[in-house]
């Protein structure tokens, strides 16, 4: 009976003195995009030439300098495409492609075949040096392993010379599950392979050294970096490469590390599609960076539209909790997170100032604008959502600007009618709750045949009042229009008690038919310096229609919320 533990913790890489965890990343890899191979052959429905096409420029609209294409051994498609992208000349004189192969002859023959006319290229070739792997699926021992990676290189090199391409397609080696081999056998292997190779540079000879299984945590890859770099002795001749894959989630993480440890270039695919868990998600390591400081030549500007490319051509969604890419990613439904954004936005001069850096936002840590993303867009409405979200889209979508003390009076109506209806509410659904309960607010109270008069160096109002559909002709005095009909009002003996505490007003809109929303907020009933606000908004052409609507307005909430007695 096995008594051996279903799992266990990696052995520990033993290395003394590491030197990584000190080091800070201030230049950027060699970027290598692997989405056109190993990610197309991880697709539930790998693409065909017009997508794969599509997706090259999308790579190197990017910026990827090296991006791998194809296996072209393995179909007559992949070989297709390779040729279509030199006969064609569709490959820009500053991108290398690249094509990987086993280490068999006919496969390299092939493979090689394939590049011919190529100005700049990469031939990738792979050994498997894991004792798993070695061992157990090509039942070779580590001897006959080193010499497969031998033979493979010089027939590599040998295929590169009789198709006249040599110093122009570099060689690529893979010790496959680097992470799972013995670290002293692959350094004998790299070794063996540089020396068929020859006296080389390091953007001909590259040495790729994946995690092709994620089996150990991210500090263990980076320490098997660092002890490679010093173990190897030819380091300054070859590029030194990492392939991730996500299989524990942490490729981000492992890949960065390992990048502090030594490696100078990086594989990995834009929203990291790839075998099972996938890849290195290219695009979350680069724009981590960005974030810090470093610039890394490529572009994620225009996000979304790379967003609709790789969805259309792969067939996959992205998620929409992806980092940087993700529908939600810039989003806060939370109330406390809300206020806390728009608040940010309010003080950015001053928070960059304070903190002495052009970017600095409360639950934002780079810039939406930088990724095409838009600000009105950062949040929506939902149960969790405050009082601050809530004005900060009515501000920012539609130039509603409620003075402060009206702010929670404006969050509870919304949470109220988002709890009864439940799920999320849209922008366009916030301004419509927000005018049927602030501006058209309708209840006992009306005015028709407003006249404005001039008496003296006062203003005069004449208007119609209904109370409950009953008419009464009403006309008062006062420093301005809305002070003229609170005089009438109050003077009438038709309303209970009431005072006007707050006014204020803004333009919508900057053209000459740009209307005017005016605020309102009473204090109601004989008791009122002990009662809260209640407000209410009008919005009209002329400015002062619009606060006498708004006074109307907020009566009529005062009514529907007990502030004034129903008459």
Excluded at 265 to 278: A, I, K, L, P
Excluded at 361 to 377: F, N, S, T, V
Excluded at 477 to 500: I, R, T, Y
Aim: aromatic letters at 8%.
């Amino acid at each position: 009976m096995n008594t051996y533990p279903k799992y266990r913790y990696p052995e520990p890489v033993k290395i003394e003195n590491r030197q990584w965890p000190d080091r800070i990343l201030t230049q950027p890899p060699v970027w290598a995009s692997v989405d056109l191979r190993d990610g197309n052959q991880a697709l539930p429905e790998p693409m065909g030439p017009e997508h794969k096409l599509e997706y090259f420029n999308m790579l190197v609209g990017i910026g990827f300098k090296e991006i791998e294409v194809a296996f072209p051994s393995a179909s007559a498609d992949d070989f297709n495409f390779v040729r279509m992208l030199i006969e064609r000349n569709l490959i820009p004189d500053d991108v290398r492609i690249s094509v990987l192969t086993q280490a068999r002859r006919h496969l390299i023959d092939r493979t090689i075949e394939s590049l011919r006319g190529v100005k700049h290229a990469i031939a990738h070739c792979y050994v498997p040096t894991s004792d798993l792997h070695g061992r157990f699926v090509f039942n070779h021992n580590r001897e006959e392993v080193k010499q497969m990676a031998v033979d493979g290189t010089r027939m590599v090199k040998e295929a590169i010379e009789r198709e006249g391409l040599w110093g122009k397609v570099a060689y690529e080696f893979s010790p496959e599950e680097f992470t799972d081999s013995d670290l002293d056998f692959v350094v004998e292997v790299c070794c063996a392979v540089k020396e068929v190779w020859g006296p080389s540079t390091p953007d001909m000879l590259i040495l790729n050294l994946p995690a092709t299984v994620e089996r150990r945590p991210p500090n263990q890859y980076a320490d098997m970096i660092e002890l490679f770099c010093r173990k190897f002795p030819y380091l300054n001749e070859v590029g030194l490469s990492l392939h991730a894959h996500n299989d524990q989630g942490c490729a981000v993480a492992a890949t960065e590390l390992a990048l502090l440890a030594g490696a100078t270039r990086v594989e990995g695919t834009v929203f990291g599609h790839g075998e099972r868990t996938g890849n290195l998600d290219v695009s979350v390591l680069a724009l981590n960076m960005e974030s810090r400081g470093v610039r890394t030549g490529l572009n994620f500007s225009n996000m979304p539209e790379i967003v609709r490319i790789v969805e259309r051509n792969s067939g996959i969604e992205v998620h929409p909790r992806h980092p940087y890419a993700g529908d939600l990613v810039f989003t806060a439904f939370s109330g406390s997170h809300q206020d806390a954004i728009r608040k940010g936005f309010e003080h950015r001069a001053e928070i960059s100032e304070f903190f002495r850096q052009g970017w600095k936002i409360p639950y934002l840590h780079l810039d939406p604008a930088d990724l095409g993303r838009q600000y009105e867009k950062l949040i929506r409405i939902n149960s969790q959502s405050g009082k601050g979200g809530v004005v900060y889209v009515l501000e920012k979508e539609f130039g509603v600007y409620p003075p402060k003390t009206m702010h929670p009076e404006i969050g509870a109506v919304v949470q109220k009618v988002v709890d009864a209806e439940g799920g999320e509410i849209n922008s366009a659904d916030l301004k419509r709750i927000f005018y049927d309960n602030f501006v058209n607010a309708e209840g006992p109270y009306r005015m028709e045949n407003y006249q404005r008069a001039s008496v003296g160096d006062r203003s005069g109002s004449n208007f119609s009042w209904f109370i409950n559909g009953e008419k009464h002709e009403l006309s008062g005095q006062g420093n301005g229009p809305l002070s003229a009909v609170v005089h009438a009002l109050k003077s009438s003996g038709l309303m209970p008690f009431f005072k006007l505490e707050d006014f204020s007003e803004r333009t919508l809109g900057k053209d000459a038919d740009a209307k005017a929303l005016a605020f309102v907020g009473l204090r109601c009933g004989e008791d009122s310096e002990h009662t809260s606000l209640v407000y209410g908004a009008g919005e009209h052409s002329n400015i002062d229609r619009a606060a006498i609507a708004a006074l109307v307005s907020a009566m009529n909430r005062a009514v529907a919320c007990g502030a004034l007695k129903r008459p």
